[in-house]
């Protein structure tokens, strides 16, 4: 019966998409896109996860989520920085549109880590992320030869300013370690920058309202982490496994325009392998770029090698 249920459900889920396209053009695919204010303004298809991130706000402070590459947190983490920013415009139609208040902005520190190949440049890099976070912010800090100070200074005077506890964000927390583990001494050095910066965050605690670190991997708290114990992993909490990923509920709605002529079976078969103790997710990446580069499965060795098992 229940089988029968769950056919019929998708049946009519079906019918009610293509209704609603009909005469419609399709939305373009957000490839590659990251900011969230790109993706609404140029009208291109998004899956709602403002849902989930009002969850997320309700129940923790400090928090923690991994990832594999292009799974889509950089654009949650975005998503999270309009939300506390008070950037109603963007979310319209939505599903936190009406259940938060978009009276009170709340100051935004995002730190994002690209490929630091050397000390000097994971360095560089932070300090220069602290100037323009203080600018966005227009926020007078001192800047001392010290980074973590620096950081300390901006976290303390953006609660002064604005009169309201700080939101801080960190995307590919681990990028800056992962790049060099082909230099072991340099990777050793660049963790332990890292680590005395987000020993920042635990020690300023009486100024901030919400952290999100995200990353591929979880180092263990006796190194990175040692400094903030306090993170809260949500990695593998069911249920938040599809806080990034498409979910079989968006294929069979959001997307059933673009996937009509295709074996949603052999769709499901390649790319629904994604399990963070909760439901099946899809790669988002790989689902748009199915969809961009002519519906074709395309094989490789190793996919060859798995699906022989």
Known sequence: MSIIIRLTENILNWKIINLMSQDKPLKKLPIGIQTFRKVIEQDLLYVDKTGIALKLINNYQNIFLARPRRFGKSLFIDTLHNIFDGNQSLFKGLAI???????????????????????????????????????????????????????????????????????????????????????????????????????????????????MLTGVSKFSKVSVFSGLNNLEDISLAPEYADICGYTQKDIDTVFSPYLSDVDNDEVKRWYNGYNFLGSKVYNPYDILLFIKNGKVLKTTGLKQLLLLF
């Open 97 to 211: 549109e009406n259940q938060w208040d978009w009276e009170i902005q709340y100051p935004v520190i995002k730190i994002s880590f690209s490929g630091n190949r050397t000390v000097q440049e994971l360095l560089n890099s932070i300090f220069n992320q602290l100037k323009i976070n203080g600018e966005q912010l227009k926020v007078n800090f001192e800047i001392t030869n010290d980074y973590a100070i620096s950081f300390a200074n901006l976290i303390a005077a953006s609660n002064k300013q604005y009169q309201q506890a700080v939101v801080i964000l960190i995307d590919e927390y681990d990028k800056p370690i992962l790049d060099n583990i082909d230099q072991l001494e340099i990777a050793i050095e660049c963790r332990d920058i890292l680590k005395r910066l987000y020993t920042q965050i635990k020690d300023n605690d009486q100024y901030i309202k919400f952290t």
